[in-house]
């Protein structure tokens, strides 16, 4: 049962252009998500986080947006830059659950130069 | 300040060997989490501990495998007699006393291998 889908492994972008990944879910108790970053041999990187009360948020490069109704989040990052290559992982965090992160299959992003 | 401290980084084990796993949390931090990776898919919860007490261990398999985060000394997740479907990279995350969520910083991960 996954409850926190990233249903496109892989997208290729322009360097200079807009990345966007996408995250659903499936659990109504979700009410913390967080996107991380993940080089190869090395452990996730938290990137943004989103509380349920907001719909956006945003730091430098990174903006995330939360549509609570569709159940779906959006990871933006613009411009894209080489260094932005990597797997972007979509997590959720439940009010009842201890704070134990439930992650999606994650998105392998390759920034063209 | 050092990061989550995770060794060993790769860990080779045949049949029914034990494999220990090693987590040094982040100065401060007394929530430690143990997360498993198999190979094409995303990270999946084992396990939530504080200092002494496990909190929920609804993600981890009822059998063979066990962990604990003692009152000195890192975390240690045990996995006895392993078989190849433990063969996972292994991942062990900590955060602070929580006001409300913290994020959860990660170690670089333990590559275990089962022969």
């Known amino acids: 049962d996954q409850q926190v889908k990233q249903n496109s492994p892989s997208l290729s972008v322009q360097e200079g252009r807009i990345s966007i990944l996408n995250c659903d879910y499936t659990n109504s108790m979700f009410d913390y998500f967080l996107w991380y970053k993940k080089y190869p041999a090395e452990g996730p990187t938290f990137l943004i986080s989103i509380s349920s009360i907001k719909d956006k948020n945003e730091d430098g490069r990174f903006t995330v947006f939360l549509n609570k109704s569709a159940k779906h989040l959006s990871l933006h990052i613009v411009p894209s830059q080489p260094g932005d290559s990597a797997v972007y992982f979509c997590a959720a965090i439940s009010n009842f659950g201890n704070e134990k992160l439930t992650f999606g299959t994650g998105t392998r992003l390759t920034i063209i130069p | 300040n050092a990061g989550v401290m995770q060794n060993p980084r790769h860990l080779v084990r045949r049949r029914g060997q034990e494999a220990r796993l090693r987590c040094s949390p982040m100065k401060g931090h007394s929530h430690v989490y143990w997360y498993r990776q198999l190979p094409e898919e995303g990270l999946k919860f084992m396990v939530y501990?504080?200092?002494?007490?496990?909190?929920?261990e609804s993600g981890m398999p009822k059998e063979r495998f066990s962990a604990e985060f003692p009152k000195e000394g890192p975390s240690i997740l045990r996995i006895q007699q392993v078989v190849r479907g433990d063969s996972a990279a292994y991942f062990c995350?900590?955060?602070?006393?929580?006001?409300?969520?913290?994020?959860?910083?990660f170690g670089p991960g333990t590559r275990l291998t089962v022969l």
């Open positions: 501990l504080q200092k002494e007490n496990i909190i929920d």
């Open positions: 995350a900590s955060s602070p006393e929580r006001e409300m969520y913290n994020e959860q910083f």
